[in-house]
């Protein structure tokens, strides 16, 4: 487990040492978010019964930052050793794919943690939250966090440049997160793009962490828990299996 710690450390390292831009710049996104949708919907919208809007946006904010940090840390790290030349010092040790896997995934997974809770401390004084069901608070976190650092892992493999990446986080990570209900109920839609919100994975993941607060939600947990886990195990699976042929890794 050696290579593993080792790997999973540097991960660590690579985004802690540049804090100011991996975890305090997206905090501050997410306030601004809050700070402009708050003001102007707060006495506009109520999404729940005796929920403020305020309330129903600050869960949403949460876990899109996990998302989208988690995201990033895994396929920002592998296109930039890719590009710069030095991704040859992580494939020379002996290191197994499922210990690469392990190491550029957990790492994501803190990273996007801790981005969510700062956002959650911070945005926290705006609102009066409940916490009743803490625990799909916590499985929802970990599991999205997990599926969205598996996803930057695979985007990363994939892109051989920065532009390409870009795409791959502009026209797919940014839409499905944005239309996941971040911002409101999937019921305020008209029938049709309710229906295709049922077809985006984001949507169950924030629509379960947020039952974790209110108790109230657009789908049961346990579905939303069991659509999750099968995106990630594929996504894993996809992505163990680039790891171990070496795509785009081993020329």
């Not at 487990?1 to 790997?7: A, E, H, N, R, S």
């Not at 532009?163 to 990570?173: G, P, S, Y």
């Not at 195990?233 to 171990?244: Q, Y």
């Given at each position: ?7 999973f450390y540097k991960e660590l390292l690579r985004f802690w040492k540049v804090a100011t831009q991996t975890i305090s710049a997206p ?158 109920s999937i019921h305020s839609l008209p029938p049709f793009w309710q229906t295709v919100s049922h077809f985006n994975p984001f949507f ?48």
């Open positions: 487990m050696i290579g593993f710690q080792t790997l905090i501050l996104t997410a306030m601004l978010y809050l700070l402009i949708f708050g003001h102007v919907l707060e006495e506009h919208v109520q999404v729940y019964p005796e929920v403020r809007y305020t309330a129903f946006l600050i869960p949403g904010l949460v876990m899109m930052s996990v998302l989208q940090n988690s995201f990033a840390n895994s396929s920002s790290s592998l296109i930039q050793s890719k590009i710069t030349g030095n991704l040859v010092f992580v494939l020379l040790p002996p290191l197994s794919h499922w210990e690469l896997f392990g190491a550029y995934v957990l790492a994501s997974v803190v990273r996007g943690l801790a981005v969510g809770a700062g956002v959650f401390v911070i945005t926290a004084w705006f609102a009066d939250l409940s916490f009743v069901a803490p625990w799909w608070i916590v499985i929802f976190a970990l599991l999205g966090a997990a599926m969205l650092g598996t996803m930057g892992l695979i985007a990363g493999i994939w892109a051989e440049k920065f532009d390409q990446l870009a795409a791959f986080q502009n026209f797919l990570i940014m839409p499905a997160t944005f239309l996941s209900g971040v911002f409101y169950y993941m924030i629509d379960g962490f947020r039952y974790g607060f209110f108790g109230q939600s657009d789908v049961n947990p346990w579905i939303s828990f069991s659509i999750v886990a099968l995106f990630f195990m594929l996504l894993a699976a996809f992505a163990i299996r680039m790891l171990k042929n070496g795509y785009k890794l081993r020329h």
